[in-house]
């Protein structure tokens, strides 16, 4: 990544809230001051008259340096409660690719538990509703680094899922956003930057739960 002489406009919007930030292409790495992501990357393009904004945030249970057989059964008991945004009924619910994934992988239990916890918080779904993001999904990353040139095929995506599954690299949340906009209006950073900070509460709980019940601790 290379610094970019010109700040971009995602970062004069968030103003004080940037502790840092790098640019990478059309992408911008942003540090978040006080946050407990990683990181989160913005994104922008267009499709047709509308401007597509993106975020994707990033949080680490475990990285690769400290993952070992120990993780492993905290990796699939969050791997079973991904979840996503369901525009048309307005609520959470299970990641539709988890059902795909059990022709592989057929012990793999589907979790509402993280769904149902978002979607029992009334400030989240509130700002869910107002927002009206064109997609949210709550997704550990999953991609063996050979998997990961092929994902546009379902085939390998899978196989490359059901091998993270039962060999996992690392723990690590991937919280993305999509939102649709007229050009000349500006998608809600703030706004959506503090949802991403409430669901990390949950996801950061479940993870901590995970921890615990399986007798592990990181670092």
Known sequence: MSRDVRKPKIVEMLGDLVESYAVSGRYTYLKIRGSRYDYMIY?????????????????????????DERYDPVFRRLKSMECIWDN???????NPMLDDLREYIPDLQVSTELADLLNQDKSIMNSMLRLKPSSL??????IPPEYQPFTMYREALMKGMAEYYKLPLAIRWHVSIVKSHPPFSKPSIHAIIDMLESILAY????????????NVSIG
């Open 43 to 67: 994104g922008r393009g267009a499709a047709g008259l509308y401007i597509i904004s993106s975020i994707l945030a990033v949080y680490t249970v475990c990285s690769e340096d400290d993952m």
């Open 88 to 94: 048309r009924r307005r609520l959470f619910k299970p």
């Open 137 to 142: 999904s709550i997704t550990l990353f999953s």
């Open 203 to 214: 996801v950061r709980s479940e993870g901590d739960r995970s921890l615990s019940m399986y």
